[in-house]
């Protein structure tokens, strides 16, 4: 019997557990589910007789390490953070590792133990990092199969809520991890446009709605995502003049996200006692406020608009000018934004959530340019069965079987899923449920 053991089950784990529970009987498999919730795991396999819950501290080697040892495959849904834990117990134990996680210093510093090992790291094997990664190659990889020269690739994509659940003026809910949602941007970005580097820091990520048009949704807003100069080499564009990746917002979302920068609400080093705040005493204290006119006629006054903008409606709506008490505590600008998040941005347990991915590719054929594009839209059946879940999930579980049943060859070293070997089994199933892109030519 082979052991499958899954660190995490949380939001995005749903549709992973299951497809693998789906599989256990014929393979014989056991699917070990950890976390430090108990509930969350019970939620998830649901009594299954082929899983086994584990409920740990994840950070505690005495509570991790045997796991790890008794498991084929280690796959982690964990924070980004407590991968390296796993990855050190798998080198040691010799297991192949599946995350959905950006490749880390620390991962990336352990590629040549690992390639030693013969073992496979596979990260950034989710939705973005993973799906883009996978389809940007296959179309790449076509283009200089017939000699292209590729001068433009852009790859956008966001978790959004679905039109029919779209009921509030900021157009998003949380679809993923919050605290992600919270801290996106924080990093900067980094790309490549007509050949010359840009550098993007987090004050201005927000400022300039820049928009692109997306099949079924019309027009959609994007900022610059991370480092995409770091992914110049790994996707072997060398005449390439533009390279982007970036997410997709509703436009209101980025104006009303960059007025909540501005007024320095996703702070993490400052601290407040809250004792005694609401939200409209925060507000003044971070914006400096006189008891000269309205809090409001403040805020418009420091955001540079109208008091009858849309941006301070926004505002209003999330209960940034009541006197609605804070949970008392020493708690940073960030971490007040997110339990005020926490509270309107929630999913109802019938809406729906869509993921939106669009490659935008321009490449040079028998001195003609040519543009592609192809794009991917998909709604979650509702709020546990999200479109996020599906699409982070499904290519880890389907790479997970795959190598338990020797379809595939894992690949060594710590690496993406950009080889051909990885991504041509994995994208076809991904068609048979329903994750499909549709490419124009122009």
């Known amino acids: 019997m082979q052991t499958i053991l899954i660190a995490g089950a949380g939001k995005s784990s749903i549709y992973l557990i299951q497809y693998l529970l789906t599989h256990a009987p014929r393979n014989k498999w056991k699917v070990i589910v950890a976390?430090?919730?108990?509930?969350?795991?019970?939620?998830?396999i649901k009594g299954s007789p082929y899983a086994e819950a584990a409920a740990i501290d994840i950070s505690k080697a005495s509570d991790?390490?045997?796991l790890v040892k008794r498991s084929d495959i280690v796959i982690s849904l964990?924070?980004?953070?407590?991968?390296?834990h796993l990855a050190k117990d798998c080198l040691k134990h010799k297991k192949n590792l599946i995350t959905s996680s950006y490749i880390s210093d620390e991962m990336r510093a352990m590629d040549s133990?690992?390639?030693?090992?013969?073992?496979?790291?596979?990260?950034?094997?989710?939705?973005?990092?993973?799906?883009?990664?996978?389809?940007?190659?296959?179309?790449?990889?076509?283009?200089h199969r017939v000699a292209g020269s590729i001068i433009s690739f852009k790859s956008y994509c966001g978790g959004l809520v679905a039109p029919e659940s779209d009921n509030n003026p900021w157009h998003y809910k949380f679809s993923w991890n919050p605290k992600n949602v919270?801290?996106?941007?924080?990093?900067?970005?980094?790309?490549?446009?007509?050949?010359?580097?840009?550098?993007?820091?987090?004050?201005?990520?927000?400022?300039?709605?820049?928009?692109?048009?997306?099949?079924?949704?019309?027009?959609?807003?994007?900022?610059p995502n991370r480092d995409s100069l770091r992914y110049l080499d790994i996707y072997d564009v060398p005449d390439i003049?533009?390279?982007?990746?970036?997410?997709?917002?509703?436009?209101?979302?980025?104006?009303?996200?960059?007025?909540?920068?501005?007024?320095?609400?996703?702070?993490?080093?400052?601290?407040?006692?809250?004792?005694?705040?609401?939200?409209?005493?925060?507000?003044?204290?971070?914006s400096g406020y006189s008891d000269k006119g309205t809090l409001q006629q403040h805020v418009a006054q420091l955001l540079g608009i109208e008091e009858n903008d849309k941006v301070m409606s926004m505002l209003a709506w999330l209960g940034l000018f009541d006197e609605i008490s804070l949970k008392p505590g020493k708690q940073s600008s960030a971490e007040i934004l997110l339990s005020v998040l926490n509270e309107k941005w929630q999913m109802a347990s019938i809406e729906k959530d869509m993921v939106a991915m669009q490659h935008e590719i321009e490449y040079m054929h028998k001195d003609r340019k040519i543009k592609l594009t192809s794009t991917m839209v998909i709604n979650g059946e509702n709020r546990e069965y999200s479109a996020m879940a599906k699409?982070?999930?499904?290519?880890?579980?389907?790479?997970?079987?795959?190598?338990?049943?020797?379809?595939?060859?894992?690949?060594?070293?710590?690496?993406?899923?950009?080889?051909?070997?990885?991504?041509?089994?994995?994208?076809?199933?991904?068609?048979?449920?329903?994750?499909?892109?549709t490419d124009e030519v122009e």
């Open 182 to 223: 919270i801290t996106a941007g924080m990093d900067g970005a980094k790309y490549l446009q007509n050949g010359k580097e840009v550098d993007v820091p987090y004050e201005k990520m927000f400022e300039h709605n820049k928009k692109v048009k997306v099949d079924d949704l019309g027009m959609l807003a994007y900022y």
């Open 78 to 84: 964990m924070p980004p953070h407590l991968h390296i």
């Open 35 to 44: 976390d430090g919730d108990i509930n969350a795991i019970a939620e998830k």
């Open 64 to 66: 991790r390490e045997p």
């Open 113 to 143: 133990a690992v390639k030693e090992a013969g073992l496979m790291f596979m990260c950034e094997m989710g939705l973005d990092p993973g799906i883009d990664h996978m389809t940007a190659n296959k179309i790449i990889h076509s283009i």
């Open 241 to 286: 003049k533009t390279f982007m990746r970036a997410t997709l917002r509703y436009p209101a979302f980025c104006k009303g996200w960059n007025a909540l920068i501005m007024l320095g609400l996703t702070r993490q080093d400052d601290a407040f006692e809250t004792k005694g705040y609401t939200y409209a005493s925060w507000i003044k204290n971070k």
């Open 391 to 437: 699409t982070v999930g499904l290519p880890i579980a389907i790479l997970a079987r795959m190598v338990l049943n020797k379809k595939i060859k894992p690949p060594t070293g710590v690496l993406m899923p950009t080889m051909p070997s990885v991504y041509r089994p994995v994208l076809t199933e991904l068609t048979h449920h329903g994750i499909v892109f």
